[in-house]
Every structure is written in structure tokens, then in C-alpha cells.
């Protein structure tokens, strides 16, 4: 059965650092944008980064612009997301969503939270 697999939460300072990464069980990242979404509590969820499959060309949010990184390495069938100077409004679960045509994966969701 396909699915995704987020690892890589956790707690951190403000101004720390977290790599999540997004690992695909059962189908070939490569072929799939993939995005980075985060929802934190009693808020919508939001879309955080993603990366076309077509082009590899990126999005950001306007919130996270220069601070994280979204990449793949499609020998590890993994896209990761870096997250630098990290703040306590990036306290959130984040999710990644593979999406290739009308097919469409979700992760489970990881806990990120920014606290000192």
C-alpha cells in the first residue's frame, strides 16, 4: 500500500534548525509535487513549500521565504524540507502531499515546536 512517511520533528529553540523529510513507500516521489503544509492549533492548515515534478521549480510562503529549503533525493525516493532560524510561530504539525493528476498522498503529520 502506498504511503508517505514524515520523520524528523521535534522540539527546538527559536533560531534552531529541523530537517523533516517526507519518505515515499510504494511509488516513485520523483514522479509527484510534492508539498509541505503545516497546521498549527486552531488554525487552517497551510501551505508551507512545495516542488513541481515537471520542472523541480519551488514555492514558498511568503512566512518561511529564505529561512527553508524544500529538496528531493530520488536515490532515497525522499524530499526533505529545511527549516533555519526557526520562530515559535513555526510551531505547527507539518504534513507532506504527493500529488501526481487526481492521485494524491498524505502523510501522518509530525509535530514541530519552537520553544525555549
Known amino acids: 500500500q502506498s504511503h508517505l512517511v514524515e520523520s524528523g520533528g521535534g522540539l527546538v529553540q527559536p533560531g534552531g534548525s529541523l530537517r523533516l523529510s517526507c519518505a515515499g513507500s510504494g511509488f516513485a516521489l520523483d514522479l509527484y509535487s510534492i508539498g509541505w503544509f503545516r497546521q498549527a492549533p486552531g488554525k487552517e492548515r497551510e501551505g508551507v513549500s512545495c516542488?513541481?515534478?515537471?520542472?523541480?521549480?519551488?514555492y514558498y510562503a511568503d512566512s518561511v521565504k529564505g529561512r527553508f529549503t524544500i529538496s528531493r533525493d530520488n536515490a532515497k525516493n525522499t524530499v526533505y524540507l529545511q527549516m533555519n532560524d526557526l520562530k515559535p510561530e513555526d510551531t505547527a504539525v507539518y504534513y507532506c502531499y504527493a500529488r501526481l493528476g487526481t492521485e494524491a498522498y498524505w502523510g501522518q503529520g509530525i509535530q514541530v515546536a519552537v520553544s525555549s
Open positions: 516542488v513541481s515534478s515537471r520542472d523541480s521549480s519551488t
